[in-house]
């Protein structure tokens, strides 16, 4: 059985740790600050004062403290010897720390991989969970089983660290330009006095148009195939320029529909008005 070892042991590295020990792995753990240790003690993990001894104990380490940045002090800073071992950091990071840890590591001989946790602590281990992993392709092949008890649902994406912050920062966006379209929507309603109950009942309705975008993407993006949209690119603009104008005429704050509006009028003015809507992501790409 492979030796496996939990650093860092908040909200997500606990969960981390107990849901592997209840999956009958042992583990070894090592936490900074001790006290947090001690109820994974119980559970049966084997306790470290330091991250060099826990580190020394295992095959694949997995790393769930602040951010790759410390991730790579904290490995960085490590006297045990790393050749042969894969760390794989569930820390958050961006594009550049990614690259910095997997290079540091890659000097210590470690194969690397990365993982960005889509729940809470309170879901890791159920069958729907995703987390994404980058890293090298003999790391997946080795350890896949291992990310898949933490998440049903996990997926390896690739190579390169940076693919994991810029899928992160991708669904970010998508959950950010959801709930600030919800904003804007709220203070245009407000303006005519349309109670927020009436808003927010109508948003699961609304979201159901969304669906058929998810697999939309997949589908024409990579081929550049943008024919035969159900509602073409041009549709779309005359209905966000109405919404733009209700949005001045009302006095509420218009930039967000104005931007979305320019993006999708440029591309109309350029040619695409019979295409689908996603025939943007190739228009700004530029
Ligand atoms: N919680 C979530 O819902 C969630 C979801 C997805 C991803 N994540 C990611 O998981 C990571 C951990 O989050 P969390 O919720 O577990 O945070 P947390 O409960 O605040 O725990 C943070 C952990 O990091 C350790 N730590 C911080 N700086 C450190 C350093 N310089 N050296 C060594 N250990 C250090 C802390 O040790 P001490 O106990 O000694 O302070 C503690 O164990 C973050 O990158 C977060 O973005 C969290």
């Not at 403290?65 to 958050?92: A, F, W």
Request: aromatic share 8%; hydrophobic share 45%; charged share 20%.
């Amino acid at each position: 059985m492979t030796n496996l070892a939990v650093l860092g042991l908040g909200s997500m590295g606990s969960a981390l740790a107990h849901c592997l020990l209840e999956a009958g792995h042992n583990i070894s753990v090592w936490n900074r600050t001790p006290d947090k240790a001690e109820g994974l003690a119980k559970a049966g993990a084997k306790v470290f004062d330091s991250a060099d001894e826990a580190v020394a104990a295992s095959d694949f380490t997995i790393v769930c403290i602040k951010s790759h940045r410390e991730t790579v002090e904290l490995v960085g800073g490590l006297s045990v010897p790393l050749t042969g071992k894969t760390i794989c950091d569930m820390s958050t990071g961006d594009t550049s720390d990614a690259d910095a840890l997997v290079a540091m590591l890659a000097e210590r001989g470690a194969d690397y991989m990365l993982g960005m946790i889509n729940a809470y602590p309170s879901g890791v281990g159920e069958n729907d969970v995703t987390i994404l992993t980058v890293g090298s392709a003999d790391a997946w092949d080795q350890y896949g089983d291992i990310i898949r008890t933490l998440g049903g649902k996990s997926a390896y994406v690739g190579k390169q660290p940076a693919a994991l912050a810029a899928l992160f920062a991708g669904l970010f966006t998508v959950r950010q330009g959801f709930m600030f379209g919800m904003i804007y929507g709220a203070l245009v309603c407000q303006k005519t006095g349309i109670p927020m109950k009436v808003f927010s009942d109508q948003i699961p309705a609304t979201l159901k148009l969304v669906n058929d975008y998810y697999d939309l993407f997949a589908k024409t993006v990579p081929a550049e195939n943008y024919d035969n949209a159900e509602a073409s690119l041009k549709i779309y603009a005359l209905a966000q320029e109405d919404a733009l104008k209700t949005f001045q005429s009302l006095d509420a704050p218009a930039e967000f529909i104005q931007l979305i509006y320019e993006r999708t009028k440029t591309a109309w003015d350029e040619g695409l008005g019979e295409k689908q809507l996603t025939a943007l992501v190739k228009h700004m790409a530029g």
